[in-house]
């Protein structure tokens, strides 16, 4: 009977330990799960923000684009422009009183 006894004690030390550790593993694994969540969350905030500036860089090549057509414009009114007064300056000479 002290045989069945000691077989029972120690089979009851026995699952105490396992019942600690399928605590801790339990704990572990919650554990886990509230970090992959929070991944989960970041990646998709992080997500949210890089399409924020894929949209912000996209306004700004636009307004580059817009920029360089201006510049360009202008270059060619500065051309006209230059040709015109240079046109006025030889009409002009034609009248210059010596």
């Given at each position: 009977?002290?045989?069945?006894?000691?077989?029972?004690?120690?089979?009851?030390?026995?699952?105490?330990?396992?019942?600690?550790?399928?605590?801790?593993?339990?704990?572990?694994?919650?554990?886990?799960?509230?970090?992959?969540?929070?991944?989960?969350?970041?990646?998709?905030?992080?997500?949210?923000?890089?399409k924020d500036v894929i949209m912000r860089i996209d306004t700004i090549n636009k307004l580059?684009?817009?920029?360089?057509?201006?510049?360009?414009?202008?270059?060619?009114?500065?051309?006209h422009l230059a040709k015109r007064a240079e046109s006025l300056s030889l009409s002009l000479?034609?009248?210059?009183?010596?």
């Open positions: 009977m002290s045989k069945s006894a000691k077989k029972l004690e120690e089979l009851g030390k026995r699952s105490k330990e396992v019942e600690s550790t399928m605590n801790k593993t339990v704990n572990i694994i919650a554990d886990a799960a509230k970090i992959a969540n929070q991944t989960a969350e970041d990646a998709s905030n992080g997500n949210s923000k890089t580059s684009m817009t920029n360089a057509r201006s510049v360009e414009e202008i270059a060619a009114a500065a051309e000479a034609q009248f210059k009183t010596s």
